[in-house]
């Protein structure tokens, strides 16, 4: 599985962007896809996630509210639409594929991970 995110880049408070996790050898739509980031000194910690179906989603609460994820199947790609984005927001973003169907916080539940995408936000 190799996993590319994109959509990163260089925005102000209050501004929108949107990532987008692809794996264009395999199918991941089986399985549940998280979005992960990590901030300069910090550890990786836990966005969102959705479950196969798209059906199931779960979001850390620190972004409940203005982060929506979503998939689409029939291209093999998961999004992350990020508004209202505030300074702390900046991060490298990683998606990531979990083992199994249902979406989870736990990064030790998914197997396959991309490069990262890098969100900066200014105030």
């Known amino acids: 599985v190799q996993l590319q995110a994109s959509g990163g880049g260089l925005v102000q408070a209050g501004d929108s962007l949107r990532l987008s996790c692809a794996n264009a050898?395999?199918?991941?739509?089986?399985?549940?896809v998280g979005w992960f980031r990590q901030a300069p000194g910090k550890e990786r910690e836990f966005v969102a996630a959705?479950?196969?179906?798209?059906?199931?989603?779960s979001y850390s609460d620190s972004v409940k509210g203005r982060f929506t994820i979503s998939r689409d199947n029939s291209k093999n790609t998961v999004s992350l639409q990020m508004n209202d984005l505030k300074p702390d927001d900046t991060a490298l973003y990683y998606c990531?594929?979990?083992?199994?169907?249902?979406?989870?916080?736990?990064?030790?539940?998914?197997?396959?991970w991309g490069q990262g995408t890098l969100v900066t936000v200014s105030s």
């Open positions: 990531a594929v979990a083992r199994g169907s249902s979406p989870t916080p736990r990064r030790g539940d998914y197997n396959y």
């Open positions: 050898k395999r199918t991941f739509s089986n399985n549940a």
């Open positions: 959705i479950g196969w179906k798209g059906r199931f989603t």
